[in-house]
């Protein structure tokens, strides 16, 4: 492997082209987005295809590669992807989000250009426009290790990809109009897997097969736009290895809550009488039970699956339990060969607490979702694009929100929210979720430590029971009904960065802020400059480029 980095080279591989050429390699994608029938659930309905595939194909890249994405938008009306997971260390320019990007206009194309640096695991992608994610658009994205870096399990016999999530038959433009006319999307339809759901007439193509004494890895993820799932494996057990990009303490499970954003990696080993098998997802914390299942088959397997799937768990206090038995596995690598627990959060002192209380009000007779009493609008200038411009007064303010809730929750104004952020700080936040629905959150251009989760309200002595050894360092965390959340975090890494409900509903309708990390050097050390072909629009569009950082 060393010598790849002296020539070059052009190979075909995975639908992309690999080039490496005196570093590290570029992988080349070109991804036609479309219109096409789906039905996962048995009814027809128009979804969001990518090179003509939902979900949309895997992205299969290694620590370090370089990511070359052309995305041509063949749909009539904008559209935007996100690369959810990935960091895009000094460079939100890629982050594909409405408050860093302009969205892809009807016909035309964009090229997304960055860097998975010193990272590995299970993500995801998918598009942030509209209610798009809710009929497709998404994929998997894999960051395998490099082949000089060991990982701490061996080699599995293959590597899947396994995409769970709720299904709405109504289309994204219904869903859509719900929302804009001030109503609630309601329950879902039902569940799919890989946008598949097993029919149990025996006549069910295999999701995946297996060979029996092997070991295999699935890389879960929730790709729904509300529902957290609870999945297990019909009749064999779960080793969890990796969380959004981190090893974990290999803990066997027989069924994983994976809550809306969330991807887990699991081992499952090939132990049992050679036949079918389910694969089994059902809806958590809903009314109404909704369960799918996909056929998992053994290689010269004989006999159909049991019709007895396995029971899901039941409530929340559950899922609470679960949580609390992740840990960070601190002797194994990450991307780099130093052990992942060789970084020291628990001993860095906070210096700057931010409790974070989301509400669900009626504004102007229309529903809303607000974060401390500001539900978000989207610009029609990406927040980067103004604040690089120097015309951020003409679009947002800085820090219009308070650090705690105000006292009175029920107010709720509408604007861009961005929280003016010190490089480098090391800063607390608190979700605290007072409603009644399970709430899911995620930080693009982060990983956080999640450190701690129980019921009630936050107050500074639930300090004293934070995990601050080895609590999973992710970019996803789920907040209970009536519950907190906390999470720790360095702000190191410079650009805008979006905050949001994984729930989309609640996306679209403002739970979601930016938080704006600028370096006081303006230096290419810590930022990189807009790159060049970046689509603008709104009111820098036309304006002369600033200069660029220099050094």
């Not at 969330?262 to 809903?286: G, H, I, K, M, W």
């Not at 010190?422 to 936040?429: A, L, P, S, Y």
């Not at 990189?528 to 304006?543: A, D, F, K, R, S």
Request: glycine share 8%.
């Amino acid at each position: 492997m060393a010598r790849l980095t002296l020539i070059s080279m052009l190979v075909l591989l995975a639908g992309s082209m690999l080039m490496v050429q005196g570093g590290d390699p570029t992988l080349f994608f070109e991804w036609n987005v479309t219109y096409g029938t789906i039905a996962p659930l048995g009814v027809p309905v128009k979804g969001i295809l990518i090179n003509g595939q939902f979900p949309g194909p895997n992205l299969n890249s290694t620590t370090n590669n370089n990511i070359v994405v052309n995305v041509f938008n063949n749909l009539d009306e904008p559209f935007l992807v996100t690369w959810d997971g990935v960091q895009h260390r000094k460079n939100s320019w890629q982050d594909g989000v409405l408050g860093t990007n302009c969205p892809i206009p009807p016909g035309k194309n964009y090229t997304y250009k960055f860097q998975v640096k010193d990272q590995i695991g299970s993500y995801m992608y998918y598009p942030v426009t509209a209610m798009h994610k809710a009929v497709g658009g998404f994929g998997g994205l894999r960051v395998n290790s490099r082949l000089l870096i060991p990982v701490p399990y061996a080699d599995p016999a293959d590597d899947y990809t396994l995409l769970v999530g709720d299904f709405f038959n109504k289309g994204h433009t219904s869903l859509k109009k719900i929302l804009d006319s001030g109503r609630n999307l309601g329950r879902c339809d039902g569940v799919h897997l890989n946008g598949k759901v097993a029919k149990g007439d025996g006549k069910d193509e295999p999701l995946f097969t297996m060979e029996a004494g092997k070991t295999y890895k699935y890389r879960i993820c929730n790709t729904g736009i509300k529902t957290s799932l609870n999945v297990r494996f019909q009749g064999h057990t779960m080793k969890l290895v990796e969380m959004e990009g981190s090893h974990t303490m290999q803990n066997d499970y027989d069924s994983l809550d994976v809550h809306v954003g969330q991807c887990f990696s699991v081992l499952v080993t090939a132990n049992q009488e050679p036949r079918d098998y389910y694969v089994v997802a059902s809806t958590r914390f809903t009314r109404r039970e909704v369960t799918a299942t996909g056929i998992i088959r053994y290689k010269n397997g004989k006999g159909a699956a049991s019709s007895e799937l396995p029971p899901p768990p039941v409530g929340w206090a559950w899922s609470l339990n679960q949580f609390r038995t992740f840990r960070w596995n601190l002797t194994s690598n990450a991307a780099r060969p130093n052990p992942q627990g060789s970084y020291k959060y628990g001993s860095i002192n906070i210096t700057r607490t931010i409790k974070l209380a989301n509400t669900a009000q009626r504004v102007d007779g229309k529903l809303r979702y607000a974060l401390n009493g500001a539900s978000y609008v989207e610009s029609t200038t990406p927040l980067k694009l103004a604040e690089y411009y120097g015309v951020a007064d003409k679009v947002f303010k800085y820090d219009t929100i308070p650090d705690e809730p105000p006292s009175d929750n029920t107010k709720v104004t509408l604007a861009p929210i961005v929280l003016n952020m010190t490089h480098r700080n090391f800063v607390e936040i608190i979700f605290e979720n007072p409603e009644t629905a399970i709430q899911s959150y995620h930080l693009s251009g982060y990983s956080f430590f999640a450190v701690g989760m129980d019921i009630g309200k936050w107050s500074p002595e639930k300090r004293m029971n934070y995990n601050l050894l080895d609590a999973v360092s992710r970019h996803t965390i789920q907040v209970f009904p009536n519950s907190w959340s906390a999470i720790l975090l360095t702000f190191d890494n410079c650009g805008m960065w979006n905050l949001r409900s994984e729930i989309w509903d609640r996306h679209y309708l403002g739970q979601q802020l930016y938080a704006s990390v600028i370096s006081p050097n303006r230096s290419l050390k810590d930022e990189y400059n807009l790159p060049e072909g970046v689509l603008t629009c709104g009111i820098v569009q036309g304006m002369p480029r600033p200069p660029p950082f220099s050094s």
